[in-house]
């Protein structure tokens, strides 16, 4: 089991570009999320998915769309980036069980220039 | 309005003392807390679930309380050890299965 995976590791956009967080997971979980983390303020939900085909909007929503594309996939989507949005981003799933412990990925570190 | 607070000032302690950490909520009144390490450069890892009516859990060296009257829990590590330097993380159940976190706080374990 590979667990949570993201890609890209790193990357840097200039102000304006747009780019897609890859998100993945084979722990056949339904509940999907999306977190940043900026240093200070802990992990902040920007969207999640409950299940296949549903997404709902987080903490902080604003310049971010997310396709839950199955029920592995989540996706997250600037479309034009702000150097507001440099920040590390973080992909979990849940484990429906008695804990809801919730499983992440690596990360991704975003620097918008 | 909700918050989450967990001391954001990094606690420095002895290896073999034990380390608390603690984490205090306000307009919230979780169905349960959870406790997550994160290590520099990676995700968190969930150590441990306390549900509203327990007072009390334990897991091997690790120790959490809950108090919904003083809206704060406790996290202790007992015999603590350099490997357990890391920040650790509250996180209080929303709505919805949603998850709210508190900033962290930093435990360093000195040999």
């Known amino acids: 089991n590979a667990g949570v995976t993201q890609t890209p590791k790193f990357q840097v956009l200039k102000t304006g570009q747009s780019m897609t967080l890859q998100c993945a997971q084979d722990?056949?979980?339904?509940?999907m999320y999306w977190y940043r983390q900026d240093p200070g303020m802990g992990l902040r939900l920007i969207y999640y998915?409950?299940?296949?085909?549903?997404?709902d909007k987080g903490e902080v929503p604003n310049g971010y769309n997310v396709s839950r594309l199955n029920k592995r996939e989540f996706s997250l989507r600037l479309e034009s980036a702000a150097p507001s949005q440099t920040s590390v981003y973080f992909c979990?799933?849940?484990?429906?069980?008695?804990?809801?412990?919730?499983?992440f990925g690596p990360g991704t570190r975003l620097t918008v220039l | 309005s909700q918050k989450i607070e967990q001391n954001s000032e990094a606690l420095n302690i002895q290896e073999g003392k034990t380390a608390t950490l603690t984490c205090n909520y306000t307009?919230?009144?979780?169905?349960?807390l959870q406790w997550y390490r994160q290590d520099p450069g990676r995700g968190p890892v969930f150590l441990l679930l306390?549900?509203?009516?327990?007072k009390e859990k334990r897991k091997e060296r690790l120790k959490v309380t809950f108090d919904t009257t003083l809206k704060q829990s406790l996290f202790h590590i007992t015999a603590s050890q350099p490997a357990d330097s890391a920040t650790y993380l509250c996180?209080?159940?929303?709505?919805?299965?949603?998850?709210?976190f508190g900033g962290g706080t930093r435990v360093l374990v000195k040999p």
């Open positions: 979990a799933s849940r484990r429906e069980s008695s804990y809801n412990e919730q499983f």
């Open positions: 722990m056949n979980h339904n509940s």
């Open positions: 998915s409950a299940s296949e085909g549903t997404t």
């Open positions: 307009n919230y009144s979780p169905a349960y």
């Open positions: 306390i549900r509203e009516n327990e």
């Open positions: 996180a209080l159940e929303a709505a919805g299965n949603k998850l709210t």
